[in-house]
Nanobody
Framework: QVQLVESGGGLVQAGGSLRLSCVAS????????MGWFRQAPGKEREFVSS????????YYSEFVKGRFIISRDNAKNTVYLQMNSLKSEDTAVYYC???????????????WGQGTQVTVSS
């Protein structure tokens, strides 16, 4: 099993920046990808960004391209999401996720964090 803990959420003004962190523990050797999702009340959870643990291939949703940057520090078992030029519509609970090497290629996410609230005021 892998445990994920997010941090860095809070209240920020529109146009500002925020950096989220996600620390993985447990069987971290089994991680294939780590990523970020977000969900606002009454709305569907949506994909934000992901990164491969080995190789560093990244993916971004169209809504955050050019504004958000995902990065990793394998030695610290941590993934980051640098969020710039924040908009009110970015307000949501942000969840960290990871998938296992054993399910690589299936398009699944196997582990989830508890989430961290991001609120952008206009």
């Amino acid at each position: 099993q892998v445990q994920l803990v997010e941090s860095g959420g809070g209240l920020v003004q529109a146009g500002g920046s925020l950096r989220l962190s996600c620390v993985a523990s447990g069987r971290t050797f089994s991680i294939n990808r780590m990523g970020w999702f977000r969900q606002a009340p009454g709305k569907e959870r949506e994909f934000v960004s992901s990164i491969r643990w080995s190789g560093g291939v990244t993916y971004y949703s169209e809504f955050v391209k050019g504004r958000f940057i995902i990065s990793r520090d394998n030695a610290k078992n941590t993934v980051y999401l640098q969020m710039n030029s924040l908009k009110s519509e970015d307000t949501a609970v942000y969840y960290c996720a990871a998938d296992s090497r054993s399910t690589a290629g299936l398009g699944t996410w196997d582990y989830w964090g508890q989430g961290t609230q991001v609120t952008v005021s206009s």
